[in-house]
């Protein structure tokens, strides 16, 4: 079955440092999605990716698919308190509704 | 739109003791799953719906039970409440994709959070 890795599992950094949280696959993956929680709430989404080598980005966050389509990075930019959450990323193994996630990161960001 | 309603959001057991969470959508999302989301494990499928009448196990599905009998609303019940089910439960929903391409997003509800004592 497929698994997710990812790492860091926690991460601490300054307001307005850049950070980078990484997603690893077992297998070849067909849809990785990140979504971001905060604490106490439901998951928000983020991005999905689809194909290997794409590159989405919203305000500050960019996320990479790499061309082997087995591993995924978010990376923010110039973080800001309001980034603070648990980040995780998702992938579809197959056609259907049954996403697996990883373990999640948690960030936390310092003023 | 409401989007994935999860009901309730704080809920108190005792050992034995059955109870159902409840879920809808108003999406007419053909897909319906549920997770469990326990400190350092991410989340984790425990059941799954491709359609009104049709559920499938996920990855940790005992202990619990589910039935859709309607596209909206898809209850997940617990049978006989054990401390190991103290978690948070979210409900999530999706439109079906057609192929390997035109995966879409999964829209979670904002969690129900269970103690089991």
């Known amino acids: 079955s497929q698994e997710l890795e990812q790492s860091p599992q926690s991460l601490i950094v300054q307001e307005g440092k850049n950070l980078t949280i990484n997603c690893t696959s077992s297998?070849?993956?067909?849809?990785l999605y990140w979504y971001k929680q905060k604490y106490g709430e439901g998951l928000i989404f983020l991005m999905m990716?689809?194909?290997?080598?794409e590159e989405k980005s919203h305000e500050k966050i960019t996320a990479k698919l790499d061309e082997k389509k087995q591993q995924s990075s978010l990376h923010i930019t110039a973080s800001q308190p309001s980034h603070a959450g648990i980040y995780l990323c998702?992938?579809?193994?197959?056609?259907?509704?049954?996403?697996?996630f990883g373990q999640g990161t948690t960030l936390q960001v310092k003023p | 739109n409401a989007g994935v309603t999860q009901t309730p959001k704080f809920q108190v057991l005792k050992t034995g003791q059955s109870m159902t969470l409840q879920c809808a959508q108003d999406?007419?999302?053909?897909?319906m799953s549920w997770y469990r989301q326990d400190p350092g494990m991410g989340l984790r499928l425990i059941h799954y719906?491709?359609?009104?009448?049709?559920?499938d196990q996920g990855e940790v599905p005992n202990g619990y039970n589910v039935s859709r009998s309607t596209t909206e609303d898809f209850p997940l019940r617990l049978l006989s409440a054990a401390p190991s089910q103290t978690s948070v439960y979210f409900c999530a929903s999706n439109r079906a994709s057609r192929g390997r391409v035109g995966f879409h997003e999964q829209y979670f509800g904002p969690g129900t959070r269970l103690t089991v004592t």
């Open positions: 999406m007419n999302h053909e897909y």
């Open positions: 297998k070849t993956l067909y849809g």
């Open positions: 990716l689809q194909k290997g080598g």
């Open positions: 998702g992938a579809g193994p197959s056609n259907t509704g049954k996403l697996i």
């Open positions: 719906s491709v359609g009104a009448g049709i559920t």
